[in-house]
């Protein structure tokens, strides 16, 4: 995806600002926009922020062998990736001249001007050395890559420690931060990049360009330089000629700008190591903001614990007595007995709710017995009118039962029990039809 392009009111807008020595975020022509440091949990990790311009460096490290026309120097590895997280005109996977530019001018300003010792960083000569690689992302592009990657890069560089190992004969033992304190790298001084933005020919100058600023500029001037005033490398691009009263301005701009970077990288430093001993909160964590919506956290107050006692008398003096009115005890039946003060017991009691919900209870398991009676008073109905006009048939056979079925109504609601004398008559009544008929055959 490419980046939309500037109009030519904003280019004409911008441009007229700059002549009127105006910038859009309200800087002067010489400002430098603020610097922050953050550290991460682990040594060699740290983002710094330039402006809106969010830089994140690592450093790691591994022993391998050494090249081989320097045996007893270690490998120093860089590496800057623009990817469409920062912008949306980086795309990923592409080595743009950009990138190309600024991976060149970071090892020109790191490796070239020798501000780490790589003989120190020599294990075992001609055999193995430690492989320093700095790996640098940019998260968010607001101008000015360049010296924003380079001070994350001196920062991570300068808090990362490296394992300790021991040599003997022939064997190598790296030891774990917790058997050994890291060791950091031998750094002799800090490079730092400043870049400068001309505008019509060089009759303008900014430090610090933003976003827009670099779109509509001609040239670029880039200077790294030390706090001891030597300028470790330079370099120009845009076409633009400058005369030798204009680059010694820079220097002397760049000088003043490195210093006070300079300091604020070695306090932020001393800072993180300070806090790092005394076991309090450090890394990333300290960057985020405890007062959130959704965090209900008190600040711990201090209470003064002395004359409790004294003040705890005061408190029960001052209280009214209990009342010495007992109620009367309740008995519920005879032969019972309660304890305590006698006042009744209501755990028994339903609550008003509880109520109505087992009077609705009783109404509905009425209606439901109701509809039953009615539904079985039919059923019997409905049996006897189609079993009324069937004849009675008696079976000749001894092993059947006979059952025979008077077509009497009965009341729909209630059955008419007979006696038990009234059953024995029936069943003499029964049996001596039934041997009369056995003697006709």
């Known amino acids: 995806?490419?980046?939309?392009?500037?109009?030519?009111?904003?280019?004409?807008?911008?441009?007229?600002?700059?002549?009127?020595?105006?910038?859009?975020d309200g800087r002067q022509c010489y400002d430098y926009r603020?610097?922050?440091?953050?550290?991460?949990?682990?040594?060699?990790?740290?983002?710094?922020?330039?402006?809106?311009?969010?830089?994140?460096?690592?450093?790691?490290?591994?022993?391998?062998?050494?090249?081989?026309?320097?045996?007893?120097?270690?490998?120093?590895?860089?590496?800057?990736?623009?990817?469409?997280?920062?912008?949306?005109?980086?795309?990923?996977?592409?080595?743009?001249?950009?990138?190309?530019?600024?991976?060149?001018?970071?090892?020109?300003?790191?490796?070239?001007?020798?501000?780490i010792d790589t003989e120190s960083l020599c294990v075992v000569a001609g055999e193995k050395v430690w492989q320093i690689r700095l790996?640098?992302?940019?998260?968010?592009?607001?101008g000015n890559i360049i010296?924003?990657?380079?001070?994350?890069?001196?920062?991570?560089?300068?808090?990362?420690?490296r394992p300790d190992v021991s040599v003997q004969g022939e064997e190598v033992t790296v030891y774990t931060p917790e058997e050994r304190d890291p060791v950091p790298l031998s750094i002799h001084h800090m490079p730092i990049c400043v870049s400068f933005a001309f505008f019509q020919q060089g009759t303008y100058?900014?430090?610090?360009?933003?976003?827009?600023?670099?779109?509509?500029?001609?040239?670029?001037?880039?200077?790294?330089m030390n706090k001891h005033r030597e300028i470790c490398t330079i370099?120009?691009?845009?076409?633009?000629?400058?005369?030798?009263?204009?680059?010694?301005?820079?220097?002397?701009?760049?000088?003043?700008?490195?210093?006070?970077?300079?300091?604020?990288?070695?306090?932020?430093?001393?800072?993180?190591?300070k806090v790092r001993k005394e076991g309090g909160k450090f890394g990333f964590a300290e960057s985020i903001p405890n007062q959130k919506i959704t965090a209900f956290k008190m600040e711990s107050a201090a209470v003064d614990t002395n004359n409790v006692e004294e003040q705890a008398e005061e408190i029960i003096t001052k209280a009214d007595p209990p009342s010495e009115v007992f109620a009367k005890p309740i008995l519920h039946t005879p032969g019972t007995?309660?304890?305590?003060?006698g006042i009744e017991n209501s755990w028994g009691d339903l609550e008003e709710s509880e109520r109505e919900e087992a009077a609705e209870e009783e109404g509905e398991s009425e209606a439901a017995a109701f509809e039953c009676r009615e539904l079985e008073t039919e059923d019997t109905s409905t049996m006897r009118?189609?079993?009324?006009?069937?004849?009675?048939?008696?079976?000749?056979?001894?092993?059947?039962?006979?059952?025979?079925?008077?077509?009497?109504?009965?009341?729909?609601?209630?059955?008419?029990?007979?006696?038990?004398?009234?059953?024995?008559?029936?069943?003499?009544?029964?049996?001596?039809?039934?041997?009369?008929?056995?003697?006709?055959?």
Do not use: W
Not at 2 to 23: D, H, Q, V, W, Y
Not at 337 to 341: F, N, P, R, V, Y
């Open 385 to 441: 009118e189609t079993k009324k006009d069937e004849p009675i048939v008696l079976s000749d056979s001894e092993e059947e039962e006979v059952v025979i079925l008077e077509p009497q109504e009965l009341p729909k609601k209630t059955r008419t029990q007979t006696n038990s004398k009234q059953e024995n008559t029936s069943k003499k009544a029964f049996n001596k039809r039934r041997k009369k008929k056995r003697a006709a055959r």
């Open 235 to 273: 370099q120009s691009s845009g076409g633009i000629m400058l005369v030798q009263d204009q680059v010694l301005r820079c220097s002397k701009i760049t000088a003043v700008k490195v210093a006070e970077i300079t300091e604020l990288i070695q306090k932020a430093l001393e800072n993180d190591q």
């Open 205 to 224: 100058l900014l430090v610090d360009p933003s976003e827009r600023e670099e779109r509509v500029m001609d040239g670029l001037l880039v200077i790294a």
């Open 34 to 115: 603020n610097v922050r440091i953050s550290f991460g949990a682990d040594y060699g990790c740290c983002i710094v922020e330039l402006g809106k311009t969010r830089v994140l460096a690592q450093v790691s490290c591994e022993l391998v062998p050494p090249k081989p026309n320097r045996p007893t120097e270690g490998i120093l590895f860089f590496n800057l990736e623009l990817s469409p997280m920062a912008a949306p005109g980086f795309e990923p996977g592409r080595q743009s001249e950009l990138l190309v530019k600024l991976n060149r001018l970071i090892e020109r300003c790191l490796r070239n001007s020798k501000c």
């Open 1 to 24: 995806m490419k980046a939309t392009p500037l109009s030519n009111c904003e280019r004409r807008f911008l441009l007229r600002a700059i002549e009127e020595r105006k910038r859009l």
């Open 147 to 161: 010296d924003a990657a380079s001070i994350a890069g001196i920062v991570a560089l300068c808090h990362f420690r």
């Open 337 to 341: 007995a309660q304890i305590g003060e």
């Open 135 to 142: 790996d640098l992302h940019l998260l968010n592009h607001d």
